[in-house]
C-alpha cells in the first residue's frame, strides 16, 4: 500500500527544516512536496546539507498531497492554508493564525484582521494531550506555539483541578533557535553568546494562547497570567518556571503535600507517551531532539508556592515534532510513530 | 606615599582570582599576598595565565598586609578572618560567613555552629549601595552573595516604599561561572553547554540572605519570598527577574504608573555609580566585566503585576568588584577606584 | 525470530551511552546488558535521564550476551576483552587496545606491556570503509579513533594513490565531548567556553594509530604525519584539515586538477553509505547526531598543495555509530542499520 | 594641558566600538567625535549600552581632531581617509585599504582599482612590533588585519632568520566576532552554536598581507604560504597553528633543539610588551579582552617540522588595540598607555 503523502509550505525556517527531518524518517507518511518563498528551485540538501538524503526539489507550488503542513509566517499562513481546507485537503498550520478563538485578538495581537474567523472554532488546537480525540477527526490543527506547549503542559494538572490560586507567574527560557531563522541583531552569534536577556515585557504573542487554553481548563474564576520569555545562549530548548500560591484546603504546603502534587501529576499524564513527571528537576538538554515534555512539580514549603518546571525542546515538541503527533492522530496512526528518538545527550 | 597593601586568602577560585586581576589594577593599593590551598609555592602566572604580570607566588601563609580578602569556602572562611580581626586588621569577606545576622541560620542553612556569633552584628552586609557609610566605617565587612546583590538591588526601591505586595518571586538565571572553579559533573562542559535547568528548588542558601536584607527593608508585614536559581550555558553574568503585585492604591496599572514607577527607580540610585537605570530590558552581555548593576522595572498592566530585572557579572559586581567597592570605602578611597572599566562587547 | 542480544562494558561514559542510545533504537538487535564501574546497581535512566525509555539497570557484571561492546578505558579494556574473545563471543572494542598492530607502541604510547600481543593481528580495525570484508568476518573488532577516524578517511584516496608527497599535516579541532565524561579541569564549561587551545604538541595517542594506517594503504614512501589536536568550545563535532604537497606529475594545480580530484573522491567513496563527498567546506554541525563523514578535497592552487576538510560527529562516527556499523557486518545485517538518523540542525 | 582629540570613523562594527571602548578608558587622548553610517544622530550609548558612560552623539561627519580612526569597510575607507590626510591628519586605517603595498592586489583581492596608489608606500603596515620606529613617524597606519597579526608574529621569528623552509601553512581558528556586526547566515547564533567550518579556501583576503609581510622578512626563496581560516563557535580569540619543515643544518629536531627555538622566540620578543612566549600550548581564553599575543613554539621532533601556536583577541590586538598601539607611537606616548588591561578570565 502506498504512503500518505505529506508536504511542507515554506520549508526553509527551523521548523519547516525540522519537520522535514522528522518526516522524511517516518515509517507511514511519504514527504513528497516542499515549498519555499526564498529557495525555489534549489534541492532540498543544496540549502540544507544535513537533509541532502531527502531527493526533493523545493517548489514554488506544492504537488498533490493528502495532508499539508503549514510553515509559514503569520498572517501568511492562513492565505496559503484556506484554500487547502476549501479542497478538503488535512492541514496543521504551525503558524498561529488558527490558534486562537477569537478573531478580535488577531488584530490586537498580530495586527491583522483575520481573513476567515469562521475557521477558528473549527480549528483544533493541536496541543495533543489536551485535544487527542478532537485532533484526530480534525481536518485544521493549529499547532501550537513553543513558548504555550510547555506552559500549559506544565500548568494543565493544577489548573483544571483549582488547585492553585489565579495568580499565575511564567518564566521561560529559550534557545536561540527560537527566534527562527530569520536573521536579526538578537539573534547574530557576537550578541547572543555570553548573554541573557528578557524581552516582550509589554505582552509576547504567545501570552493570549497561554491564556486562552488555561482559562478552557478553569473559567471560573479565570487564570491572571504573566508571562515573561527570555532567551539564553544555546540553540534548542525551553525551560519553564511557573509559580502560583496553593489553593487554601487542597494541597499542603508540606512533604506530603509535595508528594501529593507529584502523584497528581502522574495520574494526569499516567498514559501519555510524550510527557514524563520527573523526579529531580530537568535538563533542557534531556530533550534535545526529541519528542518529550519533562515535568516537575514541586512546592515551596516555605512560602505555599507551586513552583513548575518543564523542559522541551522547541523545534521538536513545541514545533515539527508535536505537529507530526497531530498528524498521526489526523491519519489514524499510532501517536509516536517516528517520534521514538531518544534525546542526544550529551 | 607607599599603597595599602592587601591580600586575597584563597585566590584560586573564581572570586579569587578576579579579584587578583582587580586589584592589580586598582592605583591605589599594591596586591601584595595571596595564598592558595592546593597551588601553595606555584608563581600566580603559573596557575592562571592571564596574571602573568603579577609577580606573587601563592602561599600557604598570608604575609602582612592592611586589609585582607577572604575567598574561602564557608566555615573555613571564619576560622581564616578571626584571627586576623582579633590582630585589628580590615576584612571583607567573600565567603557567606558573616551575611547572616541570625547565628541559628548558619547550622539550618549551611549545617555548621557558627564560631563567632557575636561577630555577625558587627560585620556589615556589604551591599554598598544600602549600607554605605555602615562599609565606610566597618572593620569587617560581608561581601554579599552573587543572587541577592542581583536580587535585592532590583527590589529594594519597592520593598523600602512598601509599593509591592509582600509575595515576591524571584527568578534568576545564572551563568556557569557561579558555580565556582571546583569540577563538578553539572559544570563539566559537555553537560552544560545546551542545557538550562533550575536547582536548589528546596531552598538556595542565598535564599535567608535575601529574605533577611527585604525584610530589613519593610519589616511589616515582611516579604515572602519564593527563589528559583537556574544554570545557563555562558560562563559570566546573571540575569534576575522578580515578580510582585503592586501594592493597591499606590502605583498604578497603567502607563503612567511605568513612567512613575520608573521614575521612583531613577531617583532612588541616581547617586549610585555602579546602579543603572535602564530604558530597555537590560542584557547581562552590557555588563560583562565591569561592576554596573542594570535594572529594568516595568508593571504588567494586564495583572497589575510589577517586573522586575536586573543584570550582573556575577564575578564583578556579584563578588571581586562589590568587594573592591567596600574595600575603597573603608580605605577612604573614592568608591568607583579601580573599577570604572566598561564593558567588554561583544 | 528473537533478536541477537547486546552488551556494553562500561556503559557510563560518552561513547558507552551514545552507543546505548543507537542500541536501543536498532530494529535487528537487543541491548541486553549493561555494565559500569562506579553506577553499578542503579537504573540506567536514574544516570542518564535521556535513556530513561531502556528498560535496564546498570550491573557490575555482563550478562550474557551474543556480542559485547567495550567501552572501558585502554589496557582495562584488554583484560575484560580477553575472556570475552575466549569464550567465543564478538567484540567491538571501542578502547585503544587492539588498534594497533606492534605490541610494541602500546608500552611506548600507553605505558603498558600489552597483555595479549597475538590477538593485535587477529583484530580487524574498524575503519569499515577500508576493512569492510575483514571487519564482516571478525570476531574482535578494534573500533578506531575519533581523530584518526575523520583524518583516514580525508586522507586514505590520495594517499593510497599516491596523488601527494609524503609530508602530511593533520589540523583537527574537536569538541570537548572528545575528551570524555571524567572531569577535568580543561572540560569545565567556564575554562572551555570561549577557548581554543591546541594540546598534546608531543605526540597524541592517536598518532601512531594514523601513521600505522597510512603507512598500511602507502608503504613506501611511508608518511611522514604531524597531527595537532586542538579543543574547541562546542559539544560534538570533529572538523579535520590535511595538508599535503602534490606529487609531481599526477594531479594538476589548476581548477581542472580540483574537479579531477574531486572526481577521485567521489569514484573512492562512491559505494559508501556513510561517506559524502561534498561540493562545498563542510560544517560539523551537518553532521550532529548522525554517522556520517563528510569530505571536501581542495587544491590551493598558488602552492600546489592538497587541503582536505573532514567533518564527523566524534561520538557517532567517531565511536559508537561506527561501532555498531561494524556490529551490523559482524552480524551479518545490512551494513546501515539503525545508523540511518538524519543530522540534527540546527 | 589639553588631551589630544582623536575620532572613529565607523564606530558601529566591531573594531568601531571595541575601539570607543579602549580610547575612552585611555588615560592621554580625549574620544572627541564618532560618526557611523547606519546610526547617525543616536547617542553612542542608546545603540551600544556598554558604552553608555561615553556621552557622545554618532554623528554623520568627523568634528576636527587630531588623529583619525577609519573602521570603515575597504574601498570606502580609502575615500574617507585621503582628504584626512590631505589635510595633514593622522590617521589608523583599520581597514585594509593600505596595507598591500601593490596597487594590484586591490584590484585581484577587492575587486576595486585602488584610488591613491602613490600612498600605499608611504603607509606604514601597522605590526607594532615589526615597524615600530616607522610607525612612531608615520602619517598614516595601516592596521593589520586579525589574522595577519597571530600569523606573522608567529612566524615572524623563524622566518626572518632562515630556520624554516618556505613551504608554509596556516591554520587559523577564529571567533565570530571576526566575521563583523554585520548580519549574515554564517553568523546566527543556531548556525553557528556547535559548529566548526573552514572557509575561503580559494583564497582568504587575507593571505596578501601574510605573504607579503613573511616576503619582506625573508626575500629569497619567498615564503610559499597555504593559509586556511576556520570559524569556531566563541566570540573573541583567533588560534593559530602553523607548521613547516626545519630548513637543514640550523636547528635539530630535538629536545636541544626544542630549548634553542624556544629562547631564539624569547630574544626575538624579549622587549616586546605585547608579545608573550610562553611555555605550554597558550589558550585563546588567556588574552580575552587584552592586547597580548601569545606564542608557543616547538618542534615536531618526529617530523622535523616547526609547530607555532599563536592566540590573540581578534577584536584587541587584531584590530582596536593594536590601533591605540600604533596611536600612542604616533602620538609620542608610551606603547603601552590605555592598554595594559589584563585578560578578563574565566
Redesign the interface.
Known sequence: MSKTKVGIINVTG?AG?ELA?LL??HPEVELASVTGRSAAGQKLGNV??????IDLTIEAELADVDLVFSAMPHKESAKEVIPLLNRGIKVVDISADFRLKDAAEYLSWYGFTHPAPQLLNQAVYGLTELYRSQVASAQLVANPGCYPTGAILALAPVVKTGLIEP?I?I?S?S???GAG?T???Q?????????????A???HRHLPEIVQELKLLHPQPSP???F?P?I??????I?T?G?A?LAPGKIAASTKGKEELRQLYVDFYKDEPFV?V?E???????T???NLC?I?P?I????G?L?I?S?IDNLVKGAGGQAVQNMNLMLGLPETTGL???????
Not at 521514538?340 to 550529551?346: D, E, N, W
Request: hydrophobic share 35%.
Open positions: 527551523y527544516v527531518r522524511y524518517q540544507f546539507p544535513h537533509l541532502a538524503s495568580e507567574i518564566d527560557k534557545g536561540v533557535s531563522r536573521l536579526s541583531r539573534t547574530h552569534f557576537s550578541e547572543a553568546n555570553e548573554d541573557a536577556a528578557a524581552y515585557l509589554d505582552g491572571s497570567v504573566t515573561v527570555h539564553i545562549p544555546m540553540t534548542r530548548g525551560l518556571t509559580y500560591s514524563k520527573v529531580f528537576p530537568p535538563h533542557t538538554k534531556h534535545w531532539g526529541n519533562l516537575y514541586t515551596d514549603i516555605r512560602t508556592r513552583i518546571i523542559c521514538q528518538a531518544l534525546a542526544i545527550y550529551p
